[in-house]
Every structure is written in structure tokens, then in C-alpha cells.
């Protein structure tokens, strides 16, 4: 006998789900969230995780694509104007230094990425502007599925088949990054830069389908298309707990600690979900799982209450290439590169090594379970938003890929060459820096990537995408061909997250999965939106 009942139970309090839970409590419907962790935000939160009033990001730092969805740019829930949620914009969103100290910085304004550009490449700086143009005209399409529902993989391709724009997006979305930069660029400079953007997918440049972050890579410069990668004041997390904070003022329940062993099913359809505890709680109407695909039909459902073959389907799963070592310091002063100021002031700074062979050749070796520590990337979120440490101090947000899988050891053996290969990875930092001496670290905190897995429970493999996202794995296709619309093969039960679209990051797409459950309880998403306005 449940010892609860509401209309709709959500299984896992990341952002995503939190974004589906504020659209149906808006909605009047009752809505209860269960979450495996003492507080909620999954990914999306900021926590003290070296000494005491030092707020740093363990997982997502940039909320570059949710910046682009009506959730933020039309504030249709009310979370900036109501609930205090803030962003600022950096005029030099990224940034990408090469080992002789040389950089290519990319400006929200395209004139003065061009001069950047031209110390590597006169004509590649003529080039980019029509690149920018023809990759801004991609972004609005793409976002068009990012935002809302996406369409069948046939149906998509039909429509854009039938006209040269659409023939175009075609071509790049079954490219590499690499195959991009090669048709547009003449530079190492530039195909670097742009494929180390591509990379922020978790798969390599090289991987066909890498060629959308063409369509990202415009977002930089926000060319009628709303602000690139927003810094939220007061870290990652202030989206999360505006959106937790809204659920609740509107009669919504949210329950930490509450992990779920199990989802109830009865002839085929959802009844609830039942807590390790023992706990049951009923779901009248549907059952929104926030989890990883696999958790939910490996773990949560019995092979029996599934079709035959999905098991296996989902078990085969591919996850990402490579994995996060995320290291988060606490400074007594920012850091100052030897690559000059234009850079010490950039949101993202990334470390890539040249030429482009031998920049892309980890990403193969990460295939072979071989680490490396010469290319990480560094955000200084306290230059834009000093609220996150005490007066003058600074956090450092210290990121780099690693296998998950090591050679000759598997997982475990992180354990042993943890302390190595973090070090190693700081050590690249001192040496494109000019003042990170022991002095200026006031405190450390790292996780490797099977530790990232136990952090945050729907990261497995310390994947933070859930599944990679891979061609395969995209639009209608994720997670798997016709599951790619947020409904199950179970009646009422439906998925939400990163392994449903848009996938990987801080994205809002919570936003798109609800539209498919209103339109299942009968409820005008069109018509929600206007009334809120």
C-alpha cells in the first residue's frame, strides 16, 4: 500500500528534472521529486569543497545552451525575475593556449576574434565571419530541438533534404569537427581551437558527428541567437535551487535521501515508485525517470515488465570516449598565464597541444586507456562573480579528460595514480603560468573519473552526458531509436535528462521532455506558456 500519492513522481532532482517538475506544478499538477542525495541539483550544484566560504562547481560550470532556451531568454517560469536567478556574460568566452605561450582568443565580438585569428592565419581571419554566418543559421535550426520535442530521425532527414540549407546541415551533422576544419580553415591555429571546442562532447574531433558543435561554436558570439555561456552569480547551483525553490511554492514536494530501488509496474503500465527504504509512493498519472537509461531498465525495472530485447539494447548502450579528472582550488590570487593579459581575463582557458597531430593523438590513446595531463582547461569564475570566494581571493575550476578505463588496471586503478596524474596535470598549469607556486594554493580538492561515478550515482562510467553522444545517439535517437520523444515502452512512464535530447550539459531540455507528457495529460503547453507571461 503506498505510503504516498501524487499525480506525477520524478525519479532524480537534477536540473532537467527539476525544469519538467516547474512546468507541471505551474501546470496545477501535483508533482512529488524523489532524490538519491541529501539536496537536489545532480550536476548543476556549488558546493564548499576546499575551505570554508569558497563556493566551487563539481561538475557543470557553463550554462551555455539553456542560455539559448525560452526557459531563460523569455524567463517563462519566473526564475530570474521571482526567484533572483542571475547571469553575466564574459566578452572573451574561451580561449585556447598553445605550448609556446601563444593564443587564439575567441570575443563575444567577431571583429576582435578575427585580429586574434589573423596572428595565425590572415585568410582564416577573412573566413570566419561567413563561418560564424552559415554556423548561426545551423544553431537556430538545431535549437529548434533542443528546446522543444525533436522530430523523428526520418521525418527530420526529409525535411531538411529538401532544401539547400537543410542539405547543408545534413552534410555537417555526419562530419567531424575535424572534416569541418578542414573545408573551412587553413591554419593548426584554428582547427585546433575549434575541434577543442567539439571535444567538450566527451567523444574525440575526429568522431563523425562532432561537426554540430559548428553550430556552438556561433553561440560564442550570440549573433541574434541570446547571450553565450552564462555565469550564474553565486556558482552552478543558483539554477537549481530557484527552480527547487519554485517547485515548492507551488505546492510541489521534493524528497532528499529518498533513493529509489524500484519502479511499480502493473500490466504494463506505471503505478509508482518504491524507496530502498521500503517506502512506496503512487503515481496517478505518470512516472518521469531523471536517472540514466541504464539505472531505470537495468536496475529500477524487471526484465519481464520490458519487451524482450530491450535489456540488451540498453545494456549496449556506448558511453562516453573519456571521462573528467576535475580538480577545484582555492587561490589566494588568480592566475596570470604567461600567454598575456587577454587571456588572464577569459571565462574558459584551455591548454591544447600543436601541431594539430599531436594535439589530436591523445584522443586516440583514450580509446587504449592511456591518460594524459597536458591539456587541461581552467575557469576562474571568480573574475566575473567575486561572490564566490572571500574579498580578493579566487577558485580555480580545473578540468581535464582522462579514461575511465585505464590500461593495465581498469578503474581501480585510478586509486593508485591519482595523486600522479593530478599533479601532472597542475604541474602543465605552472608552466604556462606565472604564479601558481605552492604559496598561492590555499586549498585542493580532485576527483577521478570512477570517483565522479559515486559523486554523482547517474554518471556512470563517469559519464556526465549518461551515454555518449555519440551520431548514433542523438536527436530522436537518444537513447535508442524510438524512445527519443521521452515516452517508454512502458504506459505513462517517461525519461527526461541527459541521455534523452539534447543530451550532454547544462541545457534546460526538461523544457521539451514536458511538452510530450502535457500533451499525454491534456494539458495546452502553448497556453500555459502565454498565461504565464
Known sequence: MANERHEVVIIGGGHNGLTVAAYLVKAGVDVCVVEIKDKVGGGVITEELTLPGFKHDPASVMHALISANPLITQDELGLKSK????????????????????????????????????????????????????????FKVASMAAF??????????????????????????????????????????????LSRFASEYMIGPREKGTG?????VASVHSVGIGLPMG?????SGELTRTLAALIKDNGGTIKVSSAVKSVKVSKGEVKGVILQNGDEIEATKAVVSNVSVKQLFLDMLKPDELPSELPEKVRAIPHSTFSPLHQALALDVAPKYKAGEEVDDAFFVEFASYPLDKFLRPFDEFYYGIPNTEMPLMVTATLFDPSRAPKGKHTLYLYHYEPYHLKDGGPGKWAEIKKEIADGIFETLQRQT?????????GRWAVTPPELEKYFPSMLNGDIGHIGQFLTQWFAYRPLPGMGQYRTPIKKLYQCGACTPPGTGVSGGG????QIIMEDLDIDFGKLIANLK
Not at 554540430?212 to 556552438?216: E, N, S, T
Not at 606565472?434 to 590555499?442: E, G, P
Not at 523544457?511 to 514536458?514: E, Q, W
Open 83 to 138: 526567484y533572483g536567478l542571475n547571469y553575466i556574460y564574459s566578452d572573451k568566452p574561451f580561449a585556447v593556449v598553445f605550448p609556446d605561450d601563444r593564443a587564439l582568443v575567441f570575443y563575444r565580438d567577431i571583429e576582435k576574434t578575427c585580429e586574434s585569428i589573423a596572428q595565425f592565419s590572415r585568410r582564416d581571419a577573412e573566413v570566419y565571419p561567413k563561418f560564424i554566418q552559415d554556423a548561426t543559421q545551423m
Open 148 to 193: 522543444n520535442p525533436p522530430p523523428s530521425w526520418g521525418a527530420m532527414m526529409s525535411f531538411l533534404d529538401s532544401s539547400e540549407v537543410g542539405r547543408e546541415y545534413i552534410r555537417v551533422i555526419l562530419s567531424s569537427m575535424v572534416d569541418i576544419c578542414e573545408r573551412w580553415f587553413e591554419s593548426d591555429a584554428m582547427k585546433i581551437a
Open 212 to 216: 554540430m558543435a559548428m553550430f556552438f
Open 231 to 235: 555565469i550564474p552569480i553565486g556558482g
Open 434 to 442: 606565472k604564479n601558481l607556486s605552492a604559496a598561492n594554493i590555499l
Open 511 to 514: 523544457r521539451a521532455a514536458v
